[in-house]
């Protein structure tokens, strides 16, 4: 049966001829605002079509008449920050490392420069301040490093890395695996555990730790010191303070006696330029633990860590 339109006496509106128990729909016309309003937003979506980039492709998008792209304002951006930079990086580049501090300006804006690159390449293993992850990544605000604290040792770490195997100017210090491989029994392990918490002041002096002395003497001290305080010359940490990376207790010095963890930092010669190593180096001298002294002679790196052999 064919739908019957009629004009509604109320309102002098068409109906549209449908009904639901005697209620019956009006077709009312849109206002004439809404319709050109959608009119004037078919004609703003087909010029963003053909100004801006629009339509996905497989590898890319149609580029739009105007070239438009949010990553080729990014770069404009960064092109106009590296240019309002450029002097002072400049400075810092021209400058010796270790005559920065005494340039207390060039030695802040370099601060603040490797604070950025440090906040974009270390925070995943060190944490935002520095402070490390126990049992995983060392401190570097503490007063513990394995080659030394100064700026020039600081900045060799940064460029060569911790045993990067295909780098020949890596840092690289092996502790044997005293355990794994058999040099020492388990008996003798636990001996040398007992001397090191002894000299750490963990423990009181006891048979075993008298044991554990002869064997540290013969195994150890060649590396660590006769008395445990640390080799900066091997990257071998002080064995006598309260400061370490994958801890001092029992369980955790016998695990690394056995068998040491050998971590690996990687080099950033390859990733970063002069400068930005340069300011990171600052940046991670000024986080509380940098040292006054001159770097090694031959060897030097930061290392900012426990006393467990390992980085």
Not at 10 to 19: P, R
Not at 137 to 150: A, Q, R, V
Not at 239 to 260: E, F, H, K, M, N
Request: with cysteine; charged share 20%; proline share 6%.
């Amino acid at each position: 049966m064919a739908e019957q339109k009629r004009i509604d006496e109320a309102t002098g509106t068409s109906t549209v001829g449908h009904e639901w128990d005697g209620i019956e729909e009006l077709d009312t016309p849109m206002p004439r605002w809404w319709l050109w309003t959608l009119y004037a937003t078919i004609v703003w979506g087909l010029g963003y079509v053909i100004l801006y980039p629009a339509w996905p492709m497989l590898n890319s998008a149609t580029e739009g008449v105007l070239g438009w792209s949010s990553r080729g304002d990014l770069a404009k951006e960064m092109d106009a920050d590296a240019k309002r930079r450029a002097p002072i990086v400049d400075a810092i580049a021209a400058t010796p490392l270790t005559d920065l501090p005494a340039r207390p300006d060039l030695m802040q804006a370099a601060v603040q420069g490797g604070g950025a690159a440090f906040r974009v390449h270390c925070v995943q293993c060190h944490g935002a301040g520095g402070a490390g992850v126990k049992k995983l990544y060392p401190s570097l605000t503490d007063d513990d490093w394995l080659w030394g604290g100064d700026l020039a040792t600081i900045e060799y770490t940064v460029t060569h890395g911790i045993r990067n195997p295909d780098h020949k100017e890596t840092r690289t210090s092996q502790m044997p695996a005293f355990g794994r491989d058999g040099i020492l029994d388990a008996a003798q392990i636990g001996d040398v555990v007992s001397y090191v918490r002894t000299i750490s002041r963990q423990e009181k002096s006891s048979m075993s730790s008298t044991r554990g002395a002869a064997l540290f003497a013969d195994n150890c001290a060649v590396c660590h010191g006769a008395g445990g305080e640390g080799g900066r010359q091997f990257g071998a940490p002080k064995l006598t303070d309260a400061i370490w990376l994958y801890g001092g207790d029992r369980d955790s010095l016998t695990a690394t006696v056995t068998q040491p963890r050998n971590g690996v930092m990687p080099r950033w010669n390859n990733r970063l330029d002069p400068v930005t190593i340069k300011m990171l180096s600052t940046y991670v001298y000024s986080l509380g633990g940098g040292e006054k002294g001159p770097a090694p002679a031959a060897e030097g790196a930061v290392e900012g860590q426990g006393a467990d052999g390992q980085p």
